[in-house]
């Protein structure tokens, strides 16, 4: 396994737009170094060509078997489609390599199962990382420091709203099925569904969740068929120790000041992470009507903004650190399987039109989630 004191080589398994952008974070990072590169797309490969460095010595692949068998690794990011981490996840866990794969986990609950349990089976000691990078974006990171300091007393209501653009066009439009993605609510927002355990510290026990496709892609067809993926929705989701989430979901709603925002209200304050403007707004109580602290957050130690204001830097730094310290992943496949396994619950709700209790998931029972 690699020493404190060297380098740690890198292999990226997905060199479209996000794998790219791991490329620059992992190129920021002390220490790292990405020796190669694989996706069966030609453009791809070129695109990671050109991000390392044209004249850089990197071997590339069209065959993720193949790098990770090619010993020029120590660790693997995995940004290939969605539909792909099943496949690329078991034959990375049966090599001796640490492993950041992208989000979600799968694209089935079943899926998403059988890849945990292969990692706790497996016998190889390193770090398998769950990319969870808005965990690490810096006015979130603050509001959770406020939170463990007992700032809002004890978190009653978790709204997030998220804000968007459509999804971005991907090589043979592979995202624009949900089959292919897990659909939005476990592509897009297990991002925000990972953020609502981290804030109530609690378990999902009950999601209910409308939603619909009414803007996008419906004028777009591929080989004949029309995109399904939802544009739009409202998820609640209650916890187990009473407090309860809301995701306020919108995918056409380019004209927004903030991206994100993350309302977290207790019995003692209220707090807001406005992630595009990088502040965060608390409100005690005790202060009286409309009195709100205004605090501009920033980080002086990311070398690399990119896509995701930095944290995708942050959690490769962690990543890195992990590798060298010999220490347990933060961010775990349990909390990629948490995170998804609740937009799969508002998958079911939307199609069912009714609440869906989180027990009785089959695909979850008898697993200590």
């Not at 693997?76 to 866990?93: F, G, K, R, S």
């Not at 398998?128 to 959770?144: C, H, N, S, V």
């Not at 998220?162 to 991907?170: D, T």
């Not at 990311?302 to 990543?319: A, Q, T």
Request: net charge negative; aromatic share 6%.
């Amino acid at each position: 396994m690699v020493a404190q004191t060297s380098r740690i080589r890198y292999g990226v398994i997905g060199t479209g737009m996000m794998g790219v952008e791991h490329i620059h974070n992992v190129m920021a990072v002390d220490g790292a170094v990405v020796t190669a590169v694989c996706d069966p797309h030609a453009e791809s490969l070129e695109w990671a060509r050109i991000a390392v460095g044209l004249s850089a010595d990197l071997a590339t692949f069209d065959d993720h078997n193949d790098l990770l068998d090619s010993g020029l690794v120590d660790a693997v990011v995995i940004a290939a489609p969605n539909h792909t981490h099943h496949e690329i996840l078991l034959d990375a866990i049966a090599r001796p390599v640490h492993i950041l794969t992208e989000k979600p986990l799968c694209t089935t609950l079943e899926a998403c199962r059988e890849v945990v349990e292969a990692a706790e089976a497996s016998e190889h000691d390193r770090v398998i990382w769950m990319g969870l990078e808005y965990r690490y974006m810096p006015p979130t990171q603050r509001l959770l420091s406020e939170l463990e300091a007992g700032t809002v007393g004890d978190v009653k209501m978790v709204a997030i709203r998220e804000h968007r653009f459509p999804f971005l066009p991907k090589v043979d439009n592979w995202n624009r099925f949900s089959r292919n993605t897990g659909g939005t609510l476990v592509e897009k927002t297990c991002h925000f569904f990972d953020l609502m355990m981290q804030i109530t510290g609690a378990d999902p026990v009950r999601v209910f969740a409308s939603g619909g496709q009414s803007v996008n892609h419906l004028d777009e067809s591929y080989d004949g068929e029309t995109p399904d993926i939802l544009d739009n929705a409202f998820v609640v989701v209650d916890f187990d120790d009473g407090s309860r989430g809301l995701l306020d979901l919108c995918m056409f709603a380019e004209a927004s000041v903030n991206e994100q925002e993350i309302v977290v209200t207790g019995d003692v304050a209220k707090m807001e992470a406005l992630v595009t403007e990088s502040l965060l707004r608390v409100g005690k109580r005790s202060d009286g009507q409309h009195v709100v602290d205004t605090y501009e957050i920033h980080h002086e130690g990311i070398k690399h903004v990119g896509l995701h204001h930095g944290s995708s830097y942050l959690e490769h730094v962690d990543f890195a650190n992990a590798i060298r310290m010999q220490e347990p992943a933060k961010v775990t496949l349990m909390d990629g399987l948490r995170s998804a396994a609740i937009g799969f619950a508002a998958h079911r709700s939307i199609e069912t039109g009714v609440p869906v209790m989180m027990a009785e998931l089959p695909e979850l029972e008898g697993l200590d989630w």
